[in-house]
């Protein structure tokens, strides 16, 4: 269940290269023995496949390709608000690329004990019944945030400055998280339940860019219309956690709606073909769009 959850992130994993020589040119490394720090890695349930340096890769679940230079604004001087950073990938590549100031924001995936509500999916599975997901933060939230360990390592072991800020990002008053010239809003939206409400919150949290990276459709023959495909159970990736997939022109319009001025679609749509006489299926794929204030 887990490596599904996991899955929902999943583009084919290609251009590992990239990210992975990027990383490994930090040096600083607190655990001198290797085998110390393979332990403390394996303790850990990865998302990000981060590169930790001496040889050490950490093991992510998640199939979803870290974006490439191409893809990514400038960021050397930048601020960066990373929301949903979980093990803290994309965090570590902007200070990387330069970035002045990193903030690393999650909640969910920091906070939530993944074993008990994993049960609780396949129960309500079983009996077709839908997961409540307020229970995240009832019964399965644990304080003591285990799905953050992760990125605690990693930041130690490569020196990291990122700071992270622990909250969930549509409840945070914007005083308290502050703006920021570059967000990465990626892998989070079609897991929110008020997408618009959602992208209304990064603008006001953007100062000049918002990098969205998210799972997205496309339906032959309905090319070019503001479409948003509703997932009620766990249609996408079997996660019940997964909501909403927009169409290129309806993520477009629906940033232009809350404020952002200039919209550069980045990745767009895979060419499809509608057949004759057949129902148009709607076809899953990952957008990446830069959004400017
Ligand atoms: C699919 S993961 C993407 C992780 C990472 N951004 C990446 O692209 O690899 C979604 C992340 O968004 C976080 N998330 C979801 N809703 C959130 C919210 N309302 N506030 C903060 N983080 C949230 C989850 O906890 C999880 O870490």
């Known amino acids: 269940m887990l490596l599904k959850r996991l899955s929902d992130c999943c583009f084919a994993a290609i251009n590992n290269f990239t990210w992975r020589s990027l990383l490994s040119t930090f040096t600083y490394n607190p655990f001198m023995e290797k085998d110390k720090l393979l332990a403390k890695v394996s303790e850990i349930q990865w998302c990000h496949s981060i590169d930790l340096g001496e040889g050490v890769v950490t093991p992510g679940l998640s199939k979803t390709r870290p974006l490439d230079d191409q893809e990514l604004p400038a960021m050397r001087g930048k601020s960066v608000l990373d929301i949903g950073g979980w093990d803290g990938l994309n ?82 008053p914007v005083d308290e998280i502050g703006a920021f010239d570059v967000v990465l809003f990626l892998g989070v939206l079609y897991h929110l339940r008020d997408p618009l409400g959602a ?73 499809v073909k509608a057949v004759p006489f057949r129902r148009s299926m709607s076809k899953v794929y990952r957008l990446i769009v830069h959004a400017y204030v």
């Not at 003591?144 to 990693?154: E, H, N, S, V, Y």
Request: net charge negative; proline share 5%.
């Open 91 to 172: 965090s570590f590549l902007a200070e990387k690329r330069g970035a002045e100031r990193v903030v690393a924001l999650d909640h969910y995936a920091w906070g939530v004990d993944m074993l008990k509500r994993n049960l609780y999916w396949e129960q309500c599975k079983k009996n077709g019944t839908f997961p409540d997901y307020r229970l995240d933060e009832t019964e399965f939230w644990d304080p003591t945030l285990p799905g953050k360990a992760g990125f605690d390592l990693a930041k130690e072991v490569l020196g990291s400055k990122v700071e992270a800020k622990v909250g969930d990002f549509m409840k945070m």
């Open 199 to 271: 992208l209304e919150k990064v603008r006001s949290l953007t100062k000049e860019v918002a990098v969205i990276e998210t799972s997205a459709v496309v339906v032959p023959g309905h090319e070019g219309e503001f479409l948003v495909r509703y997932y009620p159970a766990d249609e996408l990736d079997g996660d019940f956690g997964n909501y909403f997939g927009p169409s290129e022109e309806a993520l477009v319009a629906m940033l232009k709606g809350v404020g952002f001025r200039n919209i550069v679609t980045v990745v767009g749509p895979p060419a």
